[in-house]
């Protein structure tokens, strides 16, 4: 189907190649899959598609892959993938693996995490490679025309919180180009009408409609010869190629004189299908021959909007009489010739129109025509077709749930059901595998044991899917003759199953104009719908964990009391502002129960933030012992600087170092003038620098190495409260003490008329601290 290879250069130098080796891909004849390897093909044409490069995050959840969506024009014999990896230089670039996965139709399922799925869940396994920060290319011969899905990640990301603009990172950025090959010469095979063929050097391409309601498919090669003699050396393939599971049918006659079929059921509805001979004898060798395809019809039985009375339901489909019903349009021969389609019987099965009713983005319901209840009979499938072929369904869940009516079931009879796209499961008299002519589906059973049913299938195809359902009894057919059952059917496509759950956030993702969605989980829960509870913590642990990171701000009536035992009012509102809005903000940010939001999650981080660095601020210049109106000047004009910074980028760490770093040289400088000006240290007591300065800027220093190397996700919850304690304790000891005519909480002696202003004129240049 396709071979995958890695091409030569330097993740640095892959932008520079790019452009050069698509001029040559284009440039050169078609490869030899699509024709002889000495000769171009004159049918084929080449067309190139690109997309905009994204950069590569490591994965942690599906939001942290890039996805790509390309379409594939119809009439394809040759889809090639040229991927393109660019890495910046420096030393934090070095090589790493990048998984890419491809799919048809949708997104591609993946879970590089090994996490479980939800119950009664329909995965696949995805279809990747694995390449390094170099070129690499895919092919895959006679593709499916529409939809294909690209995406790539990095390896799992690590457990460690970085502060960004802190620690050198590297980008990757990723770049897929499709290349096709198509034909532009097709000839269109008839239905019963036999086609002549002959193939030299070149192959045959041939595509055949599937008209709706076909049971069966008959492909024949008939007067095979080759270059005069008995013999067909011919190799059939019929269907296109799909990702993660390829369906196509390849057969070739062994016997020159035997027949030489191929039959499909329930070929897919309402499309082209694609049909390549190609000659397996000598590139001199004539081979000729005859295509004949024969379609298999079946009227089906289409009930009406209005209610039917049970004995016409039970007549509808009575295979026995060889009668249909009247009805009042007859849609078993929409698009077919009365010659083109054999009928295999009056009716092979029950349609029940269905309704779809769009929700909201990715969220539709699909339920009965004024009927709630679906009638399940032992001569014909019950047959619901939900119709999913918009190109924006494909990024949701669809849901199926199903419940027998309990009185109906009997301990020999059960229900059997298939969920298949692009055409329904018929064949529930010979086998219940729901495979059809190019798709596996997805089988339920209903019992008397279990008369409930789920199924879930994340990302389905982009296609119309069939529910068909039928009674059957598999030791005692005879049971079966006169029996049903009623079925209830709650048929949904949502963006997230359960909405993600208690533990998870279901985030609605974009690229371009294609919407998907996937589930954020938290408190250690993983999975696709956050289901997977192997690493989650417990209801005790999220309690602790929300204890310890609140409780913790308390620290920070430390530096209260200090500041306004000291008369330095503003500071300690600066402390008791941090204080409330990390404490609050924390208590919102925790996952599952423990959770206490009294605003909007980002107004209480962004206020937290602001806190943080205003804190940091005022102790450093308040430390320098600037004159009153410098020093209120500058807390102002600082608080401005650092709500602008968190504004532009709450997380980057030079928005908050900046500032902070600022200050510092202001102290310095003034430290030093001192200390210049009185011709010794400043400050000049030994005990102010062993019991306060020393402690406070060792638990500073902690505080910072904490902050920006020490923590994990798993740690998260210790080193962070850590952090509050540290960062409160050393703004406690660097306050500077109090000045030598001020008395202690002067500034609560209040006037009769209720106001103070604290002033203090004195220079503080003859000030003994």
Known sequence: MGRAGT????????????????????????????????????????????????????????????????????????????????????????????????????????????????????????????????????????PAAGDWFVAAHLPTASQKIEVKGFVPTCAYVFQPDMLVVRTVEVSILEPDIPLPQTLLSHPSYLKIFIPEYTQELQLELQ???????????????????????????????????????????????????QVTAKSLAGPRVLVAFQVVAALTACRPWNLNFQHLPQSSLNESCNASTGLLPPRPADHGDHGLGGSSRRHGGPCCLTSYPVIREDLDVVSVRFWPVDRVWVQVRPTTPSVMRLYMDTGMDSGGSLTVSLRANKTGITNSTLVAVCVNAASPFLGFRT????????FQGSPLTLSAASHKAD??????????????LQLVCPESPEECEQASVLVETTLTLVPCLNDCGPYGQCVLLRRHSY??????????????SCTDNSTAQTVAQQRVAALLLTLSNLMFLAPIAVSVHRSLLVEASVYAYTMFFSTFYHACDQPGEAVLCILGYDTLQYCDFLGSGVSIWVTILCMARLKAAQKHVLFLLGTLIFAMSLQLDRRGAWNMMGPCLFAFVVMVTMWVYRCGHRRHCYPTSWQRWAFYLLPGISMAALGIAIYTSMMTSDNYYYTHSLWHVLLAG???????????????????????????????????LYTVT
């Not at 330097?10 to 004849?29: F, H, I, Q, W």
């Not at 086998?431 to 190019?438: D, E, G, K, Q, V």
């Not at 199924?455 to 068909?468: A, C, G, H, K, V």
């Not at 030598?740 to 004195?762: D, F, G, M, V």
Request: glycine share 8%.
């Open 7 to 142: 091409g030569t250069g330097t993740g640095g130098a892959a932008v520079a190649v790019a452009g050069p080796l698509l001029l040559l891909l284009l440039a050169r004849p078609p490869p030899a899959a699509a024709g002889d390897s000495r000769k171009s093909d004159v049918r084929l044409v080449s067309e190139h598609f690109s997309q905009s490069p994204q950069k590569l995050s490591f994965y942690s959840w599906y939001g942290s892959a890039r996805l790509f969506r390309f379409r594939v024009p119809p009439d394809t014999v040759l889809l090639r993938w040229l991927l393109q990896v660019s890495r910046g230089s420096g030393p934090a670039c070095a090589s790493v693996e990048i998984t890419v996965y491809f799919r048809y139709g949708a997104p591609p399922v993946i879970n590089p995490l090994g996490t479980s799925f939800p119950a009664n869940s329909s995965v696949q396994s995805p279809f990747f490679i694995k390449m390094l920060d170099s070129n690499a290319s895919l092919n895959i011969s006679h």
């Open 431 to 438: 086998s219940l595998n729901c495979t059809t002519a190019f």
């Open 730 to 764: 050393s703004a406690a000891c660097l306050l500077p003490p109090r000045e030598e005519h001020t008395k202690p909480w002067a500034c609560s002696q209040k006037l009769t008329c209720h106001y103070q202003i604290c002033k203090n004129h004195r220079e503080d």
């Open 515 to 528: 919407l998907y969605a996937g589930c954020s989980c938290k408190a250690g829960w993983r999975g696709w």
């Open 455 to 468: 199924l879930i299938i994340p990302y389905p195809e982009t296609d119309n899917w069939y529910l068909s």
């Open 223 to 273: 007067g095979c010869v080759a270059n005069g003699s008995l013999g067909c050396p011919v190799r059939l393939t019929v269907g296109a190629a799909t990702l993660p599971r390829n369906f196509q049918k390849v057969f070739m006659c062994v016997s020159p004189t035997g027949a030489c079929r191929l039959l499909l059921p329930s070929p897919p509805w309402d499309r082209w299908l």
